[in-house]
């Protein structure tokens, strides 16, 4: 080829061809690099319009002593070397290919300069990103540590300012935007990738305030759950599918204070039973944890007794719920237990009080009937078989409603009720200690007392203005036995011997006394008035009720 | 009812209601039997079991004073004696062994009780 055609190569190419010359002192050391000839590309890629035996150090600033030691070794060994360096005078990143031109003792390099800014901008750019990324990745991890607020605003603070490289200040405290800025020199021009870093830094500190002080608010709200849990009157556990607790209330500690379900606790069984519905035993397999761990609800519950310690049985309803894992299988179970023992007691002190209740009413309607029809059986005309009738059933009524109110009736009640009006024309006394007549008692001596007064009404004490005194006390009898010894007494009359029959009123009272309350009764008609005596043992629960009044007390006055 | 269909059965009677029992009585002795009692309590029903010949049925009522009848049904049972009950209890407080004993709601109809003694009685001595 020849040197035309090599010229026009030379001056055409895209890439900036140089050579230079180096210059030696007299003791062969290299002392100056000057570029003794360029193409049109050197000039377009440099931005200078004359280089020809200009010196490196006013053409690319800055590359002398790199270029000193790589032309120096590239003239000395004929080897070609390549470097990337950076021309801050142009702020361009320039590539260069050292070649030897000629032989061994050859003083001219030949320099290749390729443009490079573009990729090596595009690559800092980039190496600075993935920096900032793994900062704020570092900076997202060492947050999520703290649960702090003021300690994460501190803590990001502290990070930027070992990221940027700088001193930094506190800022104001609490606002984080002046927090983070302060790490910048004072006065300091952003650039826009500064920018985005603040932005990314505060974005991820916020969320890391949010988050602590959600787990905060969580915290307190589980705590409190907690205290709930622990103080709630009901016993709550939650156990493993080997019956062990994992969780368990103070209340359940009452419960299962060896942390063990009694299904799985043979100690323990024993302490818990309950029924079936026909009746059977409930094995310990069958148990409601036990049957909630193969996976059966048991709600509301199952009543069951549970022995104390103290030896006293109690009633509880204990209901349990199978817990599942992520795939369906049973893990555990719920199980709680209520004490019910006071609901239990009342509600079978209602039931009973209710049986009594139709019993005395049954038995009262039995003997409505067998009063009614005795006496239409003693005769005499509808009007006074009427009346007769009527002041037996009002008596029979009156003692009825006297027992819906209480367990017993008081004797000195009895009497004044039963008397009612009819005492006005009589002088009437009324002796006797306090006594509650249990309900048998008192339906027996209502109905006496009533006959007693009504015949005094009719034929005695009362419609003769006599007097009728009415008097009580406790004796001690034989086997230690206490009795109460009743006296209607009525004086002041004149009668004829003789013109009183004795009819039903007086069997309901010498007769039905010793029948129904196993003691002893007389009616006696004397000239001055009638006299009756009723005597029957005082039986806690069967004719008196609370304490007896002891057998020496003096009748009152 | 005719008189006499109860002719010479002796017929126990437990109630501890005067006026009931005197009723149940009376009733038993117009059909011409003679009552055993009436007793008011299981001591005194027990005492005349003891002391008399057994009885050739029994009318009980089931809550005495001072217990429930059934320590006398229990020995009417092994003396082979049949009964019956009159009660105010549910059906419910009787015990499961006494379940085929006929049971007679207070306040009873002594036509239904009596009537009910003669079929009892009848079909045990044909």
């Not at chain 1, 200078?48 to 035996?53: F, G, K």
């Not at chain 1, 021309?87 to 390729?114: K, M, P």
């Not at chain 1, 595009?122 to 999520?144: G, I, K, P, S, V």
Request: charged fraction near 30%; aromatic fraction near 6%.
């Amino acid at each position: 080829m020849d040197e035309d055609r090599y010229r026009s190569l030379f001056e055409t190419i895209d890439a900036g061809f140089g050579i230079l010359e180096l210059i030696q002192d007299g003791r062969g050391r290299l002392t100056d690099l000057l570029f003794r000839e360029v193409n049109a590309s050197f000039l377009r890629h440099t931005g200078l319009t004359s280089v020809v035996d200009c010196s490196l150090r006013d053409v690319l600033p800055g590359l002398e002593q790199r270029w000193k030691e790589i032309c120096s070794r590239v003239a000395r060994t004929g080897a070609a070397e390549s470097t990337e360096s950076f021309v801050q005078a142009f702020d361009r990143w320039y590539r260069a290919r050292h070649t030897r031109i000629g032989g061994a003792d050859s003083r001219h390099v030949a320099v290749v300069l390729e443009d490079i800014s573009e990729r090596k901008h595009a690559e800092l750019a980039l190496r600075a990103a993935q920096e900032r990324q793994e900062f704020l990745l570092h900076l997202n991890d060492t947050l999520r540590a703290l649960d702090d607020p003021g300690e994460i605003q501190r803590e990001a603070c502290r990070m930027l300012r070992e990221y940027l490289g700088t001193s930094g200040a506190p800022g104001k405290e609490g606002d984080l935007a002046e927090m983070l800025t302060a790490q910048f020199p004072p006065h300091h021009e952003f650039t826009p990738q500064e920018v985005v870093l603040l932005d990314e830094t505060a974005e991820r500190a916020r969320t890391a305030v949010a988050r602590a002080r959600t787990e905060t608010a969580l915290r307190e709200s589980e705590a409190r759950l907690a205290l709930v849990f622990m103080t709630l009157p009901i016993g709550i556990a939650v156990v493993t599918r080997g019956g062990e607790t994992v969780m368990l209330n103070d209340e359940m500690r009452r419960f299962l204070p060896t942390g063990i379900v009694p299904s799985r606790d043979p100690s323990r069984q024993n302490r818990w039973r309950g029924q079936h519905a026909d009746g059977r035993s409930i094995e310990p397999g069958d148990f409601p944890a036990a049957r909630a761990l193969r996976g059966e609800s048991i709600s509301p519950g199952i009543e069951m007794l549970y022995k104390q310690d103290d030896g006293r049985e109690i009633w509880t309803l204990v209901g349990s719920a199978p817990l599942h894992d992520h795939d369906g299988h049973v893990s555990g179970a719920f199980v709680v237990v209520q004490d019910i023992d006071r609901l239990k007691r009342a509600d079978a002190r209602h039931a009973t009080l209710l049986h009594d209740l139709q019993h005395r009413v049954r038995n009262a309607l039995a003997m409505f009937c067998s009063i009614v029809t005795r006496t239409m059986q003693t005769g005499g005309s509808v009007e006074a078989l009427g009346k007769v009738l009527e002041g037996r059933i009002e008596s029979l009524a009156r003692v009825q409603a006297l027992l819906s109110r209480a367990a017993g009736v008081d004797l000195e009640t009895l009497i004044r009720d039963e008397l009612g009006e009819r005492t006005e024309a009589a002088a009437l006394a009324i002796f006797g200690p306090q006594l509650t007549l249990a309900p048998k008692a008192a339906e027996v001596l209502s109905l006496a007392i009533h006959e007693l007064a009504s015949n005094a009404s009719k034929h005695g004490a009362i419609r003769h203005h006599g007097s009728v005194t009415v008097r009580w006390h406790v004796e001690l009898r034989a086997n230690r036995t206490q009795w109460l010894r009743l006296t209607w007494l009525e004086d002041g009359l004149k009668l004829e011997p003789g013109i009183r029959r004795r009819g039903l009123g007086t069997e309901l009272i010498e007769r039905r006394v010793p029948y129904e309350l196993g003691g002893v009764a007389h009616v006696k008609l004397r000239a001055k008035g009638l006299r009756a005596e009723l005597a029957f043992p005082l039986i806690a629960g069967e004719t008196v009720v609370g304490d007896r009044p002891r057998a020496d007390d003096a009748p009152r006055s | 009812m005719d008189v006499d269909v109860l002719a010479g059965q002796r017929i126990l009677v437990v109630e501890d209601q005067y006026a009931i029992a005197l009723d149940l009585c009376e009733g038993l002795n117009r059909l011409g039997a003679s009552v055993i009692g009436p007793a008011p309590s299981v001591e005194d029903a027990l005492n005349l079991l003891e002391s008399k010949s057994p009885p050739d049925f029994a009318v009980l009522d089931v809550k005495l004073r001072g217990g429930a009848v059934y320590p006398v049904a229990d020995r009417l049972d092994e003396l082979g004696v049949r009964y019956l009950f009159t009660t105010a209890c549910e059906a419910d407080d009787i015990p499961a062994r006494y379940r085929r004993v006929p049971r007679f709601d207070k306040p009873v109809r002594l036509t239904s009780v009596l009537d009910a003694i003669r079929q009892q009685v009848v079909h045990t001595h044909p």
